[in-house]
């Protein structure tokens, strides 16, 4: 019988179904950090038990780290006490933790894939809602609640009900100007911030299959924000590429065996998904949010669309969203000033992102009332930067380069966008407050990012390009 990528790898970790319930799912790969891990912790100390199998649990400090002076103690007392309980109970645990000053420290998402710890056929967890990220290596990875984290803990299994099973194909070449942050926002406008709710996500298609490891995870990433459980995207040559030689990958004769069963994580011809959804690439164009959920998208050579031709379930929440924006229906977004440039979080900080804008920014300055902040994803992306001179590129245009972190991806640290000010935004999310109370979010890739803060407005990075 034909099965899909997620059947193949769902089934072989299912160790018991419930009659008329959900299933005991096995997990391979347990991360956790800072924010959703004490409550958990403090239930297993509590019952008197240990973490089942430490070795299967990778711990980081990202969500609630200052981005400044990581060398210097953390100023804000939440966010202290949240670093030194990880801290205690990793030790206290046995469990591998890359805190604030380890090499391998940064955000959950980018250090999991960058390591080698992400590997396709796994199953994959963490107490945050964009572990999709690592769907992108053929794997199903999803985020789970705190009680959910205390259970694999202890169990390092976890109660799942199967999702329905949907395939979104894009074929066809990107256009100049166009990345994969664009795709994914263009998926959005098309089918909504709630389109793909209760469906595990695969991403197929010769655009999907062109993309970088790097810029497929940035697709995979935001297929929560479209209420996908999960994205995948079957493994390929780019994938096994990425993977070899990293630091946790197999080696020698274990990565032959490996490789040999990655190599049979696609779906098969005809299997059969219960939606499927088919784009055209070349249709994309740079693109950017309006409003306050991130299906809330337009080409940003387009107008702000008037209520009756957005998505249905956006149409009753648009005066609201325009009102919270300070944006009006049926005007250009192309213009519009712009106070921040963010560039950075489990979406967008990779390498490659920074390598990017960097060379869209060569030999420009920044607009001189924009403040940009260029946050690296991990300490390796950091180091990076700095060996290849990214940073010196940056310095010259006037960005600040930024130590390690989620920062202004969520207003949960000190990197928050002041109330009423614009911030272009690399990150995932645009709701009311998601970068400071108050704060104005328009979400967009990193070179549209970037055009914006060589011009001080919204701007068509096409237009720019050399």
Partial sequence: MAKTLFEKIWEKHVVKTIEDG???LYIDKHLIHEVTSPQAFTGLNNRGIKVFRPQQVVATADHNVPTLNQHLPIKEELSRKQVEALVKNCAEHGIELYGLGHPFQGIVHVIGPELGITQPGMTIVCGDSHTSTHGAFGSIAFGIGTSEVEMVMATQCLMQSRPKLMRITVDGTLKKGVVSKDIVLYILSKISASGATGYAVEFAGSAIQSLSMEARMTICNMSIEMGGRCGLIAPDETTFSYVKGRQFAPQGAEWDKKLADWKMLFSDADAVFDKEYHFDAADIQPMITYGTNPGMGIGVSDNIPVAETVHESDRSGLNKSLAYMGLKEGTPIKGQKIDYVFIGSCTNSRIEDLRMVASFVKGKKKAEEVEVWIVPGSKQVEAMAIEEGIDKVFEEAGFMLRQPGC????????????????????SNRNFEGRQGAGARTLLASPLTAAAA?????????????N
């Fill in 22 to 24: 959900p299933s005991v």
């Fill in 407 to 426: 920062s202004a991806c969520l207003g949960m640290n000190e990197d928050k966008i002041p109330a009423g000010k614009y911030c272009i935004s690399a």
């Fill in 453 to 465: 803060a060589i011009t001080g407005v919204v701007s068509d990075v096409r237009e720019l390009m």
